[in-house]
């Protein structure tokens, strides 16, 4: 079983930056490939960007790119985030997942989820 556990969100102002961490825990997380999600109030959960166990893969979503960064450190059993130039639609509860057996792709179906780390972005 691994457990996730998100850390570093809060209140920022457009513009700002805000770096989120996922600490893995009950198993090493090494070979997993990592995910974050995000859900806004009233919508459905949405990718964010994956990462392969390696690290050789990534993948964001569109709406992030050139914002956004997701990163790793195995020998720690964490995954990061770092948003930059954060905008008000990026507010949301952001979520690690964590998967052995799927790739990068927006709809991989990740089997270890958190709890989720709540980012507001004011304007």
């Known amino acids: 079983q691994v457990r996730l556990v998100?850390?570093?969100?809060?209140?920022v102002q457009a513009g700002g930056s805000l770096r989120?961490?996922?600490?893995?825990s009950g198993r090493t997380v090494s070979r997993y490939t990592m995910g974050w999600f995000r859900q806004a109030p009233g919508k459905e959960r949405e990718f964010v960007a994956a990462i392969s166990w390696s690290g050789s893969r990534i993948n964001y979503a569109d709406s992030v790119k050139g914002r956004f960064s997701i990163s790793r450190d195995n020998a720690k059993n964490m995954v990061y985030l770092q948003m930059n130039s954060l905008k008000p639609e990026d507010t949301a509860v952001y979520y690690c997942a964590a998967d052995p057996f799927v790739g990068v792709t927006?709809?991989?179906k990740y089997d270890y989820w958190g709890q989720g780390t709540q980012?507001?972005?004011?304007?």
Do not use: D
Request: charged letters at 5%; aromatic letters at 0%; hydrophobic letters at 35%.
């Open 6 to 11: 998100e850390s570093g969100g809060g209140l």
């Open 20 to 24: 989120l961490s996922c600490a893995a």
């Open 106 to 108: 927006p709809t991989a």
């Open 119 to 123: 980012v507001t972005v004011s304007s």
